[in-house]
């Protein structure tokens, strides 16, 4: 037709769906280890969270999608949803906590673990094996990576959820066998109807003193738009010709100032092999990535205290990104009125720590935040950013940046004691052993599930024949309560 282009085309989104559905998704021994525990390390993280309020409010929602046997689990209980509704309600229970994994990139930063819960959905009503799940998580990852080390979301204030969902997409794409031309009309349909602002980061509280519940559903949300998008582009649906290159298309709303197609082209590259997945930072303890090493330090400094009663003040030097981020930006941080308030507070975190010995999700509960005793010790902390940025906080090591903190502790008797640390204990320069990664799930897990036999089954994932193999271990037990009223 005169006048019209019917030519165009949007370079980026054939660059990702080609990818997505052509690269060979067979892993060697090491990539298959590291994909099976990030997938280990996110049910861990799921499964202390269900009793978390946002993850009830997901559930409540999922349930009004019930499906039969053929439908997917809802983790913790017997029920069972469609592909979407259990996307969204599994993934909430990944970021209750903020405890689930971590990439900083050379552009932007983001919790890549949010596409499990949208992959293991997708696996089940796909007949997917254990280790096509595993391949799809690897592939997920490797593309999520790659967008975090290339577009920068900061300049146009836009949230991480945008790339994860991307991620999420090329890896169900692949999950559900579409062609690349429905790959690249799911990659449309998930990036344009869901431009999500970095506004959740705002640290502004609402009425119950708490950050936005929107915290915990962002990432699992951006999935859920990835299932949806992909069934979409299945049945058929199209959507816009140029979600990424287009005049209002993604490369203009991020505000990019280069093509990113090069450095794409370059990693997306069908003869190097899936290997990012080990690049990720898990967590030790359930607070923000930035907090990770102020608790290692708090702990290395009281181990060396005769007596932790007699703690007259706590001097923390902390890296300048943890400072902003956890105690420059947040509303009266000495001062915390709520579980979200707390556990983005570095003083009470430090505080916990230091009077605990530990820090778990249970050190945030209400009753503890607000006991008078807690309260009157934040007065002895005294924080203060280091004058000097951690040595890799630029990510000269290629991965997960590092949060350098320094700890004094100084007592009634005149003692004082340091503790320091840099790479804490889930860095890809500090991995988790196996055994790490149980220890972590058994804290969380309870009795709702079968702990011993979902560990059994975790480790075998890769010799599955079906992903519903797995769901099954995620079967709540009978007379679990995780549905009754919480003071989360």
Known sequence: MAGVDVAARDDVADALAGYAVGTDATLGPETADAAMCVLFDAVAVALGALRHRAAQVARRYAYRFPAGADGCAIWGTTRRATAEAASLANGVLLRCYDYNDL????????HPSDIISGLVAVGEVTGASGRDLLAAIALGYEITLDLLDTLALA????????????????AIARLMRLSRAQAREALAITVIPHFASDEIESGD?????DLTMWKRFNGADAVRQAVYACTLAASGAEGVVRPFTGKLGVLRKLQSTDNPLPYLRARLADSRPLARVRQVTMKRWPVGSRAQSAIQAALRARAKLPDPARIKAVRVSADPSAYEHLVRVRQDPWH??????????LPYIIASAVLDGTVRSESFAPRLVLQPNRQ???GCIEIKPLERPSARSDVASGYASVYTTRVEIETMDGIVVTGEADVPPGHPDSRFRRADLETKLREGAGTDVDVEALIDTLWAVDRLGSVRDLTARLT?????????????
């Open 336 to 345: 915390p009125v709520s579980r979200e308030t707390a556990d983005h507070s």
């Open 376 to 378: 009157a010790f934040l």
């Open 155 to 170: 300049p146009g204030g836009w949230d991480y959820a945008n790339l994860t969902a991307i991620g999420a997409a090329c």
């Open 476 to 488: 709540g037990t009978p007379g679990s309560s995780i549905d009754a009223e919480t003071a989360e």
């Open 205 to 209: 509280l609402n009425a119950r003193g």
């Open 103 to 110: 990439y900083v990139g050379k552009r932007s930063a983001a």
